[in-house]
Nanobody
Framework: QVQLVESGGGLVQAGASLRLSCSAS????????MGWFRQAPGKERERVAT???????YYADSVKGRFTMSRDNAKNTVYLQMNRLKTEDTAAYYC????????????????WGQGTQVTVSS
């Protein structure tokens, strides 16, 4: 079992920045692919960014150039730096872990945090 705890959400104005953090309770953290997903009310869950065990990264087109995902294996933590936030970024953001380490298939993310709310006002 892997427990994930997100932090860093909040209410900001459009154009501002936020950094989300996610701490994981596993000694095998570096072997996991990690991902950030989000879900807005009435919408399907969206894969935002992922980092595979190999350090291969994925970003959704909607966040490319604005969001950056990173990981610190020594701290068992991943981050999502979100810059130039837009109102359409408003959603609950979830951290997830993929024990296969591949990170390329959303169905492999079997461990999930409770989520942190990001609200961007105009």
């Amino acid at each position: 079992q892997v427990q994930l705890v997100e932090s860093g959400g909040g209410l900001v104005q459009a154009g501002a920045s936020l950094r989300l953090s996610c701490s994981a309770s596993t000694r095998a953290f570096s072997m996991h692919a990690m991902g950030w997903f989000r879900q807005a009310p009435g919408k399907e869950r969206e894969r935002v960014a992922t980092i595979a065990r190999s350090d291969t990264r994925y970003y959704a087109d909607s966040v490319k150039g604005r969001f950056t995902m990173s990981r610190d294996n020594a701290k068992n933590t991943v981050y999502l730096q979100m810059n130039r936030l837009k109102t359409e970024d408003t959603a609950a953001y979830y951290c997830a872990a993929d024990p296969s380490g591949l990170g390329d298939d959303s169905n492999r993310y079997i461990y999930w945090g409770q989520g942190t709310q990001v609200t961007v006002s105009s």
